[in-house]
């Protein structure tokens, strides 16, 4: 049977390189006068480990599709990191965070041994990039039914992404997700327990502000997702997100708990992945 090594909790948060000091001094760090609402824009994208709707890897295609967004916050799913050849072996996190002078918090799913004594490891997983530092980042388990096991059963796995960050004084957690993509939603079922859990024990203060970013592999109005709108309100882009050419459903997501404000959402037009990637303009509250 297969087996996989374990990620350690704690994740190493990642910079591009010689950019620390000069964002640090960009990220706004100042609480906005007379405690009033903070924009934050951020976005999600499943980027289908660098390929696009044609299955071409091209990154310079999809750091393109990125910066458009100009987004201060983006949830990756799909990530390569020195997985193989499809992504020409590539550390696609930590090269996009450098194109685009952002912060990087890996957290992968599968961390495989090489191929070759001595190389990288290969890592597939999600991502968050951020122009703001990441002060703290953990790699959660969740329920997951393996692709890499030829006999898999549904057991706890690396690959729910949490990054803690801070937008001009006001603490925010942003969690990244990819939720099973098979027609049985027994999986994705469990994975919503998993992650209902996780976001309540992470939350240490009423002043913390949540957001979910992800591919769920189900429409909202699917039953597995029912949960999660208990605590979080999906943002509504007005727009399907998958397949990325002539799209017919909605399995993208930027959803926000309490003291987030959708103040509008987009679902960008693009083919640089097999996805569209989707991207809210958000308010956080003050208390």
């Known amino acids: 049977m297969f087996t996989y090594r374990r990620t350690p909790r704690v994740l190493h948060v990642l910079f591009a390189g010689g950019l ?4 640090a001094a960009a990220a706004p760090a100042a609480q906005a006068a007379g405690g009033a609402p903070v924009p934050l824009r951020i976005a999600t994208y499943n980027i289908h480990a660098g390929s696009g709707m044609d ?4 990154l310079d295609r999809q750091e393109a599709a990125l910066r458009a967004l100009d987004a201060d916050v983006i949830g990756l799913q799909e990530v390569d990191v020195h997985w193989g050849a499809r992504s020409e072996n590539r550390d696609v996190a930590q090269e996009l965070a450098t194109r685009l002078g952002m912060y990087v918090s890996f957290a992968p799913i599968y961390s495989l041994d090489p191929v ?9 997983g999600v991502a968050v990039l951020s122009r703001y530092p990441v002060r703290a980042a953990v790699n959660h388990d969740i329920t997951r039914l393996s692709t890499q096991d030829p006999h898999p059963v549904p057991a706890p796995a690396p690959g729910f992404g949490e ?13 990244v997700t990819h939720l099973d993509y098979r027609p049985d939603p027994s999986v994705r079922a469990a994975q919503v327990a998993d992650t209902r859990r996780i976001m309540a024990g992470e939350r240490t203060s009423p002043a913390d502000r949540q957001i979910l970013l992800g591919d769920f592999n189900a429409e909202p109005t699917a039953p597995e997702l029912a949960p999660l709108w208990k605590e979080l309100t999906p943002a509504d882009p007005g727009a399907f997100t998958f397949p990325a050419l ?6 993208d997501y930027v959803a ?3 003291g987030v404000r959708v103040r509008d959402a987009a679902v960008a037009e693009t083919l640089a992945s097999d996805h569209r ?11």
């Open 246 to 251: 002539n799209p017919v459903k909605r399995i």
């Open 256 to 258: 926000v708990g309490e």
């Open 116 to 124: 070759t004594a001595g190389g990288p490891r290969r890592e597939y």
């Open 55 to 58: 299955d071409v890897f091209d």
């Open 163 to 175: 990054a803690e960050l801070k937008v001009r004084g006001v603490p925010v957690q942003v969690f």
């Open 20 to 23: 620390l000091a000069g964002l």
């Open 277 to 287: 990637p989707v991207v809210a303009d958000l308010m956080l509250t003050r208390r």
